[in-house]
Nanobody, 118 residues
Framework: QVQLVESGGGLVQPGGSLRLSCAAS????????TGWYRQAPGKQRDLVAS???????NYADSVKGRFTISRDNAKNTVYLQMNSLKSEDTAVYSC????????????WGQGTQVTVSS
């Protein structure tokens, strides 16, 4: 059973920074990709950033230049560094992993709340 455990959410003022962590229960290279999704109240869940096992990175247009996804292979951990945060970044952020066989984001963490407010 795959487990993904997020941490690092919280309350931050506009313009501030947070770093989210996602620790996987097995090697992140066992997945085709890992990604961060977010869902704000009343809105659909959107992919914010992703990184493949080969290192290909993609970002949603709304976070380009502000968010950075990275990984620590030895710790089986993926990070999301969020800078210049805006109120519209407020959401529950979830880590997910794409299965190599199904090529779907089949594995999910419990989510962590990020609130950007003064």
């Amino acid at each position: 059973q795959v487990q993904l455990v997020e941490s690092g959410g919280g309350l931050v003022q506009p313009g501030g920074s947070l770093r989210l962590s996602c620790a996987a229960s097995r090697s992140i290279f066992s997945f085709y990709a890992t990604g961060w999704y977010r869902q704000a109240p009343g809105k659909q869940r959107d992919l914010v950033a992703s990184i493949t096992s080969g290192g290909i990175i993609n970002y949603a247009d709304s976070v380009k230049g502000r968010f950075t996804i990275s990984r620590d292979n030895a710790k089986n951990t993926v990070y999301l560094q969020m800078n210049s945060l805006k109120s519209e970044d407020t959401a529950v952020y979830s880590c997910s992993a794409k299965d190599r066989a199904s090529l779907r984001y089949d594995y999910w963490g419990q989510g962590t709340q990020v609130t950007v407010s003064s």
